[in-house]
């Protein structure tokens, strides 16, 4: 079994910044993609961002500029680095990995989720 376990997130006053932690464990022989993803009250759940085992990245226009992803991939760890938080980033945050169980299929990991509110 894999399991997701993320941490770092809370409440936050506007601007302020908040650095999210997942890391990987159980049965984990590699990890292809890792990505974050958020869902706020009454939305779908949407991507944040994105890295490949590559290192490739991918934000949402709305984290662009803000939030930096990264991966220790020795860790099975992925992070996310949000700054200049808004209201409008309130959600709760989850984490996702993709996970091969043969040369062509994986499976999506997700996090239980944490929660991240910007207020003041």
């Known amino acids: 079994q894999v399991q997701l376990v993320e941490s770092g997130g809370g409440l936050v006053q506007p601007g302020g910044s908040l650095r999210l932690s997942c890391a990987a464990s159980?049965?984990?022989?590699?990890?292809?993609?890792m990505g974050w993803y958020r869902q706020a009250p009454g939305k779908q759940r949407e991507l944040v961002a994105h890295?490949?085992?590559?290192?490739?990245?991918n934000y949402a226009d709305s984290a662009k500029g803000r939030f930096t992803i990264s991966r220790d991939t020795a860790k099975n760890a992925v992070y996310l680095q949000m700054n200049s938080l808004k209201p409008e980033d309130t959600a709760v945050y989850y984490c996702?990995?993709?996970?091969?169980?043969?040369?062509?299929?994986?499976?999506?990991?997700w996090g239980q989720g944490t929660q991240v509110t910007v207020s003041s």
């Open positions: 996702n990995a993709q996970i091969p169980y043969d040369r062509t299929y994986y499976t999506d990991y």
């Open positions: 159980g049965s984990v022989a590699s990890i292809n993609a």
């Open positions: 890295i490949s085992s590559g290192g490739s990245l």
